[in-house]
Each structure stands twice: as C-alpha cells, then as structure tokens.
C-alpha cells in the first residue's frame, strides 16, 4: 500500500506543528515541576512555622512538669479543627500524654511508640474512656503508628480518607527537662487538585494551541511556498511552449522578489534565445528561396536539353555560381547577425576609435567615386568589440556609398557624448523618410521596392548594425545629416574613460 507523501507545504505545516508540540511540552514539564516544587517549598515552611508556634506556646506553660505541659497541648490542639484541608497536629509529652486534634488517630494504648498509654485518654477533650482499642479499624491503627512512629524531619504518609499528608516531626526540651515530640502534618490534597487543575488546563490549551499553530503553520507554509507554486506553473507552460508567461514582482520582497526577479530574467534569455533562432529560420528560409529557385530551374532547363551547347552550359554555371555566391555571403550575414545579437559573444578591449575608423575607411578601396572622409574624432578609448565595431563601420559606409550618386560625400566621425560615444556615418544622399527611420534596421528591409535582391544586397546590412550596437548595449539610429542626406549613428554607453559598457 503506497501511502501519499505530503508537499511541501504539508512537511512545513508539520515541521512547525512538531516544533510547537515539543516547545509545549517542555514548557509543561517546566511549569509543572516548578508549581509542584514551590507548593512543596511552601507547605514545608508552612509546617516549620506551625512547629515553631506551637514550641513557643507550649514553652509559656504554668509550671514545668510534664503533666502541665499535657494540659497545654491539648489546649493548643483542640483549636486545630483536622480536615481534608487542615492541618493534622499531634504533640506527645516525655512522661505525660499525647494530645492531637485528629483524637480517632491516637487512641489509648498506642499513644507513643513503646506502646505504652498515660490512661487518662488522649482526646483533645479527655473523654476517650474506652481502653480497648479492638474496635477500631486497623486502617486507622495503621495511621497512628505512623504519625507517631515518624523519624524526626520532614516526610510523606498516607492517611485514609485524608490522603497524602506532608508531616514533620521535631524533638524539643522545653523548660525543667521536659521532652516533647511536636508532629504537624499538612494534606497534599490541595496541592495535588492544583497540580491536576494546571494540568489539565496545559492539555486544554495546548490542544487548542496547538491545533492552531498547525492551522498557521499551513497558512505561513502556502504563503511561503507561494512563489515556488506559481514558478512551478510558469514552467509547466513554458514546457507546453508558452515563453510570454512571467512570475509577478509586484507586492513582492527579500528573497521572494529576487527569486521571482531571477527566473523571469532567466525566461527572458529564454524567450530571446528562441525568438533569434526562430527569426534566423525565418531570414534563411525567405532570402534563400530565390537563389535556390533559381538554381534548381537552370539546372532543369539544362536537364531537359539533350544536347547541351557549351553556351548554355557557361551561361547557367554562371548563374549557379552567382545564386551559390549570394546564398554563401546570405548566411554568412545571418550567422554573424545570430552572433551578434549576443552580448556573451564580446570580446572587449580598450580600444582607440581613431585608427579603427581610418583603417576601415581605407580597406574599402573605391576608385575616387565617392568623396569620403574622416571627420572629427574623439581620443577616448572605448571598451568594445573591435571586430564587430569595424564591420558595423563597413556595413553603414557601405550603405551610405550605396545610396549616393557618384562624386557624392560620405563622412565618418566618432563623437564625445559624455557617457557614450557616437559612431557617426554622413552622406549628401536622398536621405530615409521619417516613417521609415525604424524599419530600415529590420531585417530585409529596402527602401527602393524595385531593387532586386542581386542588386541590392541581402538587406541585412543595417540589421546587423542594430544587433551589434544592441550587444554593446547601445542603439542605432537614423536621423537627417548636415550633409542633407541621412546620418546613421551608432550611441556606445560608456562608464568613464576605456570603461565597459553596461549590460542591457
């Protein structure tokens, strides 16, 4: 039989429950044996002081023989009234009688401890006449054998129809050499009935304390354990596919939010990391279906001429190899375009923005088509990805050539903005229209929908300017230029001189 483990939130509730059941207990155990340890200390006292009174009282008898001292203890005794909560007192003179206020417990012929008796009786009024103590029960012989036979100092007897009865017994010599043997003894039934009241009302209340503690326990185990409950749904929908699901920060604090702060970020990379590979299926599938149809219907052409001029042959390899050409350089675009949208994939160094964009500038070797040149450029050295800044370099120079007539100017600087650095590409061109200033670093976006794909590049060019300056944690822009083309920048936040750049 396979029986249910509890959740969490039930070993929390009974974690709890089991923690409080044993702080009652030792809190019980505490308070009982204390209660019980001072009403012991107490009635000790009590029966000490008792003691005392009585030896000072029978100290002021008339005369100091022991028959006197007699008559004076059961004065004394027979203003003690015996019951269940009262004091039992028995005082036994050397030589005299013994007198007590409890007379059933001392009857003739037992009186002390040879035995012996006084025969004048021993009842705190003097009237018990019958010597013959055969009718009494031997319960209560018992009884007075033991308050009479008691060793001196403290101890615990049991009396019928009393109980538990503390006694002490003490021997004094009271003025004229006279022995007395004083016996005080208090019933413990009161101490034992509050004993047993507390008891019972720890039990009452530490069920009901303990009940709800259980039912906090379960209350403090949900809250707690909350977040977990709601992480455990987000990634069961994000196992089903769903990535746009986040865990709620609001309202939340300490170690909950950063929890619930961690796991959405980690959703975040998740969700990013899905959407660029989606989106590079996406751009592969769209930009390479031209050049593969291309392929493929040359080929079926040349496939169904029996007889091939050689022609025919050089003119379709030709274009094979151009749609090859275009299909290679197209995912070698995406492939550097997935990369850099990656900000772990930097590798940052202080670099000096003035050679980096002169060499640039330079490698591109056109044939004095264009007027480009180097403009203003700050000596800051920035933390960047040399590479990846280069080709974002390249690729706006390239566009600003591409969208310039020949003889136009195109103007490259780099610019002091305080907490980031500026790339900044210029060209006399047409410019981009407002409402296109954003979609143009999309993917495969043209402006001119007459190009051609073969004449107008793969239109990633801009895309991956926009994931590098992304990685970098800066952004890409078009605004107008004082050339009165269009002007790309790229913005590269900076924290101090060659600082890193923040993460996004």
């Known amino acids: 039989m396979n029986l249910h483990r509890p959740g969490l939130r039930g070993k929390l509730a009974l974690a709890i429950a089991l923690v409080l059941l044993t702080a009652l207990g030792i809190t019980y155990v505490a308070v009982y044996r204390g209660t019980g340890s001072e009403l012991s200390s107490r009635t000790d006292n009590e029966l000490a002081q008792e003691v005392d009174r009585i030896s000072t009282r029978l100290e002021s008898a008339a005369g100091e023989d022991p028959d006197a001292y007699t008559r004076r203890a059961r004065t004394i005794t ?35 401890p040879d035995g012996g008796g006084d025969g004048s009786g021993t009842s705190g009024d003097g009237e018990h006449g019958d010597d ?75 069920i009901a304390t303990l009940l709800l503690g259980a039912l906090a326990g379960w209350l403090l185990a949900s809250t707690a354990t909350r977040p977990m409950r709601r992480m455990a749904s987000v990634a069961e929908g994000v196992d089903a596919g769903d990535l746009s699901s986040r865990m709620p920060v609001e309202g939340t604090r300490d170690e909950v939010r950063r929890l619930a702060e961690s796991f959405n970020g980690m959703l975040d990379r998740l969700e990013d990391a899905f959407d660029r590979q989606r989106a590079f299926v996406a751009d592969a599938s769209h930009d390479l279906r031209t050049p593969l149809t291309v392929v493929r219907g040359q080929i079926e052409v040349l496939a169904r001429d029996p007889d091939p001029t050689p022609e025919e042959v050089g003119r379709v390899s030709a274009l094979v190899i151009q749609s090859t050409g275009r299909m290679e350089s197209m995912v070698d675009d995406l492939l550097l375009l997935a990369r850099s949208e990656s900000e772990q994939s930097l590798r940052l160094e202080s670099v000096e923005l003035g050679p980096l964009i002169q060499g640039e500038v330079e490698s591109l070797g056109f044939d004095g088509n264009r007027d480009l040149t180097v403009g203003e450029i700050t000596g800051r050295r920035v933390a960047i990805d040399r590479e990846q800044i280069a080709r974002a370099v390249s690729n706006l120079i390239s566009n600003a050539v591409a969208h310039t007539s020949e003889g136009g100017r195109v103007e490259v600087s780099a610019l002091d903005r305080s907490d980031s650095v500026a790339l900044i590409v210029d060209d006399d061109g047409p410019g981009v229209p407002v409402a296109d200033r954003e979609r143009i670093f999309n993917r495969f976006a043209r402006l001119d929908q007459a190009r051609s794909s073969a004449s107008g590049g793969s239109g990633l060019g801009l895309a991956i300017v926009a994931a590098i300056a992304g990685a970098h944690g800066g952004v890409a822009r078009c605004t107008d230029s004082p050339l009165g083309g269009a002007r790309f920048e790229i913005e590269i936040p900076v924290t101090g001189s060659g600082g890193v750049p923040p993460s996004r």
């Open 78 to 112: 027979s203003a003690e009234n015996f019951g269940p909560n009262a004091r039992v007192v028995s005082i036994s003179i050397a030589d005299g009688g013994t007198a007590t206020n409890q007379p059933e417990l001392v009857e003739p012929g037992i009186d002390r």
């Open 132 to 206: 013959d103590g055969s009718h009494e029960p031997d319960e209560k012989r018992q009884d007075a054998r033991r308050i009479l036979t008691a060793s001196p100092g403290y101890s615990t007897i049991e009396i019928e129809d009393v109980g538990k009865v503390r006694l002490l017994a003490r021997e004094v010599e009271l003025p004229g050499r006279v022995a007395a043997s004083i016996r005080v003894g208090q019933p413990l039934a009161p101490s034992e009935n509050a004993l047993q009241g507390l008891s019972d009302t720890f039990v009452i209340v530490g």
